[in-house]
T-cell receptor, first 115, second 113 residues
Framework: AQKVTQAQTEISVVEKEDVTLDCVYETRDTTYYLFWYKQPPSGELVFLIRRNSFDEQNEISGRYSWNFQKSTSSFNFTITASQVVDSAVYFCALAGGTSYGKLTFGQGTILTVHP | EAGVAQSPRYKIIEKRQSVAFWCNPISGHATLYWYQQILGQGPKLLIQFQNNGVVDDSQLPKDRFSAERLKGVDSTLKIQPAKLEDSAVYLC???????????FGSGTQLSVL
């Protein structure tokens, strides 16, 4: 069985602060994919980043960066210089095997960025 | 490019009534998913279609939920009869194939009273 845990239920920061969202996962699959999605008040889940289990190289994409550590089964996500528009619910998700679509989501972290 | 369209946006029904949700995926997307998102939780996959065939419906409560994707395009998810615990947002997503990025609709928020 797969499981994704986001320990932080809510995070509140002031604009321009950096914020890191934590994610820990469990899977027996040797090949899997990890994702971060953003859900603004409109309700639509927006894809942010994807990583496969064979690539532990951490990257930066604009204000987003992620830290994938297979040894600790963690896939943390950082927003640098947060903005009010970043306020949303953020979900970490896991897809085992070769299908991106069968996602197991975490509980979500509500991020509020204050001006 | 048009996104995934869902209707209605909101639905309120009483328990034991029936309800149906509609999804129009992005043009050309062969794979379609229905997810259920209960308040305060992450979405949970209900069913996956590849064209008009079911790939995975292992988490669909088949005693009351049904889904179809006629002609491999639009899809309908039905609940009959609804229970209080069915109150949730029902999200539709589509992708080009099973290994492509998912695009989600805005969902249908169902309240069962």
């Amino acid at each position: 069985a797969q499981k994704v845990t986001q320990a932080q239920t809510e995070i509140s920061v002031v604009e321009k602060e950096d914020v890191t969202l934590d994610c820990v996962y469990e899977t027996r699959d040797t090949t899997y994919y990890l994702f971060w999605y953003k859900q603004p008040p409109s309700g639509e889940l927006v894809f942010l980043i994807r990583r496969n289990s064979f690539d532990e190289q951490n990257e930066i994409s604009g204000r987003y960066s992620w830290n994938f550590q297979k040894s600790t089964s963690s896939f943390n996500f950082t927003i640098t210089a947060s903005q009010v528009v970043d306020s949303a619910v953020y979900f970490c998700a896991l897809a085992g095997g070769t299908s991106y679509g069968k996602l197991t989501f975490g509980q979500g972290t509500i991020l509020t960025v204050h001006p | 490019e048009a996104g995934v369209a869902q209707s209605p946006r909101y639905k309120i029904i009483e328990k034991r009534q029936s309800v149906a949700f509609w999804c129009n995926p992005i043009s050309g997307h062969a794979t379609l998913y229905w997810y259920q998102q209960i308040l305060g939780q992450g979405p949970k996959l209900l069913i996956q279609f590849q064209n008009n065939g079911v790939v995975d419906d292992s988490q669909l409560p088949k005693d009351r939920f049904s889904a179809e994707r006629l002609k491999g395009v639009d899809s309908t998810l039905k609940i009959q009869p609804a229970k209080l615990e069915d109150s949730a947002v029902y999200l539709c997503a589509s992708s080009l194939g099973g290994d492509e990025k998912l695009f989600f609709g805005s969902g249908t928020q169902l309240s069962v009273l």
